[in-house]
Structures are given as structure tokens and as C-alpha cells.
């Protein structure tokens, strides 16, 4: 299995690629622009923006070697983990209807409930993106990406995680995903 960077570089220099996730709101030409304010995490850690989404967030990396943590940065002031690797994020990017629906109701004892919310939102979306499940499988196959349905506990935990909640440069923490 590649590294992030070597899935990050295979993201850059492929054009429909960039263009189908910007669609699923992960735009590489947004990390550009930086974040909406500068943040940093408690440990200080290098945080390296690699895409933003059309809300003004922002997905960083974070940490060094072949697999890095996502940190997710919302412009609203909410923020935290999402995966332990890019592929992960990707994954839970291009499954989900968004993070902000898979973050919005508790994982639960056997995460039925969010399920049933996320089947629902995704219902909506294809009512005005018909080729969605086409698309999805496009990026999966492409970028090797595993289901989501099955990080989503991983991504409420990670969530919770506190050591990466983003601070900003005033010292203000930003909130939980989960709240």
C-alpha cells in the first residue's frame, strides 16, 4: 500500500480525480489558500494542508512517515481527528454524505442509528446526484479506498480524541465533531 504523500502526489497529477473529489467537497487546490486562521495542535506537531471543503474547513496532516493522522479544521470552530491515515480519510470523504452527517448522532452500542441517518442523507444526495454510487465506486477503485461503513467508529473515536483538537493562534480549542 502506497504512502500518503505517494497517494497525495497520485491525487495532484490526476486531473479527473481532483476534479470527482472536489465534487465530494475534499479540494486540493483550496490547501492553496491555508486555513481560514492558523492553528496549531497542544503537542505541536506540523500540520500540513492538503485540501479544504466549500464551508471554508480545511483537511491537514499532520505528524511524519508513511501514514499520517487527517485533521479536520471546520471554519465554524469545530475540529479534530478523523482518520489515521490520508486513504481512511479519503474513504470516509468519499462514503459518507459528509462528515459533518457522520459526526452529527452518536456511534451508539452497534452504530444502527447513525447508519439509518446516514442511509437517509444519502438518499437525499442522489436525489440530485444520480450517478453518486457510480462515482463513489470510481474513486474507490482508483485510490484503493476501503469502505466507510466500516471506519465510522474509528472516526468517533478519533474524533474524541483530544491530543488533535486544533488551537488557535488566540489559544481558543476548538469544539468536538461530536457536540
Known sequence: MQ????????????????????????????????????????????LEMIAGDASGGAFMLTGSGGRRPVVYVGSEGEGGLIAMSMRDALALVVGLPSLHDATAKPFG??????????????????ADWPQLDMERGRLREALDLPPADELLAALHAAAADEHYRPISDAGERYRSMLE
Open 3 to 46: 504512502s500518503d504523500r505517494a497517494l497525495l502526489d497520485q491525487i495532484r497529477t490526476t486531473p479527473w480525480v481532483v476534479a470527482l473529489l472536489a465534487r465530494f467537497d475534499f479540494d486540493v487546490a483550496r490547501a492553496a489558500s491555508g486555513p481560514v486562521e492558523p492553528v496549531h495542535l497542544a503537542g505541536g506537531e506540523f
Open 109 to 126: 452500542d452497534d452504530g444502527s442509528q447513525l447508519r439509518d441517518w446516514l442511509v437517509q442523507a444519502d438518499h437525499d444526495l442522489r
